[in-house]
T-cell receptor, first 114, second 112 residues
């Protein structure tokens, strides 16, 4: 079975500062990894995904994440936070790409301070 | 392109009343479909998934049921709502059984 741990249920950053949201996973087979963003009272939107190949993946809105197998991590970063980045972020893992077995972390609420 | 719709967007229902939430997908055929519940301050809980018409798998024993009467239609139902059924219900689809899921806009259900 796979699992996802998101460190920090709430993260606050100043506008223009680095955003770092942490995600660690466990999986017995090669994982596919995802980051989703959820704005208030909306559905989840896919930010980026890692399947195979290049370990640094770029997504929408200037976000990127790096798959580090040795650390079982898939942290999400953005060099400069914008007020519009305030939202909840979910990391998710699935073994070998099986969408049916997608497992979500508990989410990290990002607050951007002016 | 593919789109996913959910309705209603919000719903307030008394305890003991029935429920029907609908989800439809456009622009794809034979999608895998999913129902999730997101309770306040909690993550996503997978309730049901379907790989085809009439094929429903339940993940969590509960007061809810799901049906898939058409290829791109997924319905979440209850005969008698409980207070604990309150939450944000999300429908999602995936292209077959692999890769990412795409989510609808959600339905906010409040049971009073």
């Amino acid at each position: 079975a796979q699992s996802v741990t998101q460190l920090g249920s709430h993260v606050s950053v100043s506008e223009g500062a680095l955003v770092l949201l942490r995600c660690n996973y466990s999986s017995s087979v090669p994982p596919y990894l995802f980051w989703y963003v959820q704005y208030p009272n909306q559905g989840l939107q896919l930010l980026l995904k890692y399947t195979t190949g290049a370990t640094l993946v770029k997504g929408i809105n200037g976000f990127e994440a790096e798959f580090k197998k040795s650390e079982t991590s898939f942290h999400l970063t953005k060099p400069s936070a914008h007020m519009s980045d305030a939202a909840e972020y979910f990391c998710a893992v699935t073994p070998s790409g099986s969408a049916r077995q997608l497992t979500f972390g508990s989410g990290t609420q990002l607050t951007v301070l002016p | 392109s593919q789109t996913i719709h959910q309705w209603p967007a919000t719903l307030v229902q008394p305890v003991g009343s029935p429920l029907s939430l609908e989800c439809t997908v456009e622009g794809t055929s034979n999608p895998n479909l999913y129902w999730y519940r997101q309770a306040a301050g909690r993550g996503l809980q997978l309730l049901f998934y379907s790989v085809g018409i009439g094929q429903i798998s339940s993940e969590v024993p509960q007061n809810l049921s799901a049906s898939r009467p058409q290829d791109r239609q997924f319905i979440l139902s209850s005969k008698k709502l409980l207070l604990s059924d309150s939450g944000f219900y999300l429908c999602a689809w995936s292209a077959g059984g692999y890769n990412e899921q795409f989510f609808g806009p959600g339905t906010r259900l409040t049971v009073l």
